[in-house]
């Protein structure tokens, strides 16, 4: 079956440091991936995503490469900042006629930057 | 709308009573899916409706959930005999066609049981 197993928090980074949250996946066929943002009080948030293999999503200093070698989406950022704090949360997602573009998300890892 | 509206955003309620929650996807989105995220557990698919249509309901925790879409628009998905357990956040998204990948989520509805 599908599943996602991502880096387990919280993490906690200082101003500027360098970001790593790993994310690996078990998939049956060849599914698009993704990374989902959660700010406090909001709600779950495209960060970015590939769809197929060896593809880099990125967006507002954040990237990630789809390694079919390795079933990995790991999330960099060279220089994180305060406002980067929040939930983030590697998705993959597979298309099924009785289920549509089923999300499955890994548990979430809970990101502070501290000044 | 400009997005997916769920309400609403808070309910609480008591164990064995029945709750509806409502989600209005973005107008002209013909997919429809629910989630539930529950604390330290992630996020948890429960159906998918594709217009009025869900074909498969097996995602869904107990028969005391049912999900119901109208018009191709709006969707309640309803708890009957509320427990504990069923505390959660509960997600609705929508995308433009089946297969597409751009996929918009509400705010939740965050449901305690007490």
């Known amino acids: 079956g599908n599943s996602v197993t991502q880096m387990e928090g919280p993490v906690t980074l200082s101003e500027e440091a360098f970001l790593t949250i790993n994310c690996t996946y078990t998939a049956t066929g060849y599914p698009s991936l993704f990374w989902y943002v959660q700010y406090p009080g909001e709600g779950l948030q495209l960060l970015l995503k590939a769809t197929k293999a060896d593809d880099k999503g990125s967006n507002k200093g954040f990237e990630a490469t789809y390694r079919k070698e390795t079933t990995s989406f790991h999330l960099e950022k060279g220089s994180v900042q305060v406002s980067d704090s929040a939930v983030y949360f590697c998705a993959l997602s597979e298309w099924g006629l009785s289920t549509g573009n089923q999300f499955y998300f890994g548990t979430g890892t809970s990101l502070t930057v501290i000044p | 709308g400009a997005g997916v509206s769920q309400s609403p955003s808070n309910k609480v309620t008591e164990k064995g009573k029945d709750v509806e929650l409502r989600c209005d996807p973005i107008s002209g989105h013909t997919a429809l899916y629910w989630y539930r995220q529950s604390l330290g557990q992630g996020l948890e698919f429960l159906i998918y409706?594709?217009?009025?249509?869900?074909?498969?309901k097996s995602g869904l925790p107990s028969d005391r959930f049912s999900a119901e879409r109208t018009g191709g628009s709006v969707s309640t998905l309803t708890i009957q005999r509320t427990q504990q357990e069923d505390s959660a956040v509960y997600l609705c998204?929508?995308?433009?066609?089946?297969?597409?990948?751009?996929?918009?989520f509400g705010s939740g509805t965050r449901l305690t049981v007490v």
């Open positions: 998204a929508s995308s433009s066609k089946p297969g597409g990948l751009g996929y918009t």
């Open positions: 409706f594709q217009g009025n249509s869900a074909p498969d």
